[in-house]
């Protein structure tokens, strides 16, 4: 029975950056089950669990362990986007190969819903996951034309490289677990934690159907956020710069002044 339940799943499929768990429990889908749960007959096969087993809502095994009306192990044959929505895979979506896997989906959802349901809003999950990346793609460029150019906070001074075989890299992902001087700033943490993990919980709760994950809770409003605070530290560390390379040209001129100064007398 457990085998059937959510919580089995939980152990690893929870946390902030694979939050499949919370945004399930979350959703509508969870919501039936956890108000109705305990009458459903948790002994029935899966495939008879909506008919035979008067389940009225779809746990995390009616929907994956399905494919094509036939139930297995084989957890991977509908993935689109695999762990995190990268720009390789949002560009390939119109692909055969992602378009028979959604195909296989809407067959999943149209076991409760309309099949036009099911296309719509597989497709606005799409476009939201895609914004999501987009979010993600500008602050990448930002942080990297600042590692580029050395404006980094401490990165000419105080930036230790991560332990080998890790190297030195703008936002790189051992930022969130390893710290030492200057490594990592502020925009690298940030951006860690908006590639690796905020954008992918936008993505869970798109693709699981939990709006409060997608919008103000999280996804979303927390990618906003990121993207707030690098673009506000590239203003800064870019003014500062600037400041600092006009006090330079200013001091040269008045240290060539006082020269021609004394040569005078």
Not at 21 to 45: D, L, P
Not at 47 to 63: E, F, I, L, N, V
Not at 172 to 191: A, E, M, Q
Not at 236 to 257: I, P, Q, V
Request: charged share 25%; with cysteine; net charge positive.
């Amino acid at each position: 029975v457990e085998a059937r339940k959510p919580q089995a799943c939980a152990t690893c499929h929870n946390g902030v950056d694979h939050n499949e768990y919370e945004n399930y429990m979350t959703s509508k889908h969870g919501t039936v089950y956890q108000t109705h749960g305990e009458q459903w007959n948790w002994h029935a096969r899966l495939q008879d669990a909506m008919d035979k087993g008067g389940q009225t809502a779809p746990t995390c095994q009616s929907c994956h362990f399905e494919y094509n009306g036939k139930y297995s192990h084989n957890v991977v044959r509908k993935v689109r986007w695999a762990f995190l929505p990268f720009k390789n895979i949002a560009d390939n979506l119109g692909h055969q190969w992602f378009q028979d896997r959604q195909k296989a989906w809407i067959g999943t959802c149209s076991q409760c819903h309309s099949p036009r349901f099911a296309k719509t809003y597989l497709e606005m999950a799409d476009k939201g996951i895609v914004q999501g990346m987009e979010l993600v793609e500008q602050s990448r460029k930002v942080v990297q034309k600042l590692y580029d150019d050395g404006l980094m906070v401490g990165q000419k001074t105080n930036r230790p490289a991560p332990p080998e075989p890790e190297k030195d890299a703008a936002g790189g992902f051992y930022s969130l677990f390893l710290s030492k001087g200057n490594n990592p700033t502020i925009v690298d943490r940030t951006f860690a934690e908006m590639w690796e993990q905020h954008v992918a919980q936008h993505m869970k709760a798109l693709l699981h159907v939990n709006p409060g994950g997608w919008t103000y809770s999280a996804g979303w409003s927390d990618l906003i956020r990121d993207q707030t605070i690098i673009n506000e530290a590239d203003t800064m560390l870019r003014e500062k710069a600037a400041l600092t390379e006009r006090l330079r040209k200013l001091e040269g001129a008045r240290s060539g002044n006082a020269g021609s100064s004394g040569k005078g007398r």
